[in-house]
């Protein structure tokens, strides 16, 4: 039996857990733009860039996986509607926000504080093959991530001296 479904701490994730929800999400956020027919202005292609959408839409992924449980109260995914409304609201406030097209994408800006330097140039950038983009996208996320853990395991072998 599969586990049931648990918070995602994008943060926390191992590099394969990484790589398996990343794909899981994408399946899921593909799944729901076409049978509810979203805009790209909820949804934008590019979605997966920017890390205010991921955790919304990561969220809300979790939220219909426990609502449409078999073993879950049969109103549940009236319940999960009524936060999909909610959603699809802060969703669009965020691609107003950092200004994803359909077929290009810039970094969402960031305001610098005082004391910081100033906030890095935003450049737009255009993809031809989303599907091939985020596959790009995955594999480099991954691999920053194993280096991250290796890095960390070969820092441990090195405190254990001789």
């Known amino acids: 039996m599969p586990e049931p479904p648990h918070p995602v701490n994008w943060n926390l994730l191992t590099a394969h857990e990484l790589e398996q929800e990343w794909l899981a999400l994408n399946r899921w ?3 729901l733009r076409r049978t509810y027919g979203l805009q ?3 949804i934008p292609p590019f979605w997966h860039h920017h890390p205010e959408m991921v955790w919304e839409l990561s969220a809300l992924h979790l939220h219909w996986l ?3 449980d078999p ?4 109103s549940a995914p009236l319940g999960w509607h009524r936060d999909f409304a909610d959603a699809r609201e ?3 406030y965020w691609v107003t926000a950092c200004s994803t097209r359909g077929d290009r994408d810039r970094p969402t800006r960031q ?3 005082p004391g910081e330097g100033p906030a890095p140039a935003i450049q737009e950038v255009k993809f031809d093959d ?3 983009e985020f596959v790009d996208f995955v594999i480099a996320q991954v691999r920053k991530r194993q280096e991250a853990e290796d890095e960390f ?3 441990l072998a090195d405190d254990e001296g001789p």
């Open 29 to 31: 956020v593909d799944w």
């Open 90 to 92: 802060r969703l669009r």
């Open 66 to 68: 426990a609502a449409y």
């Open 111 to 113: 305001a610098a504080w």
């Open 153 to 155: 395991y070969a820092s």
């Open 71 to 74: 073993e879950q109260n049969a």
């Open 40 to 42: 790209v202005s909820v």
């Open 130 to 132: 989303r599907d091939e």
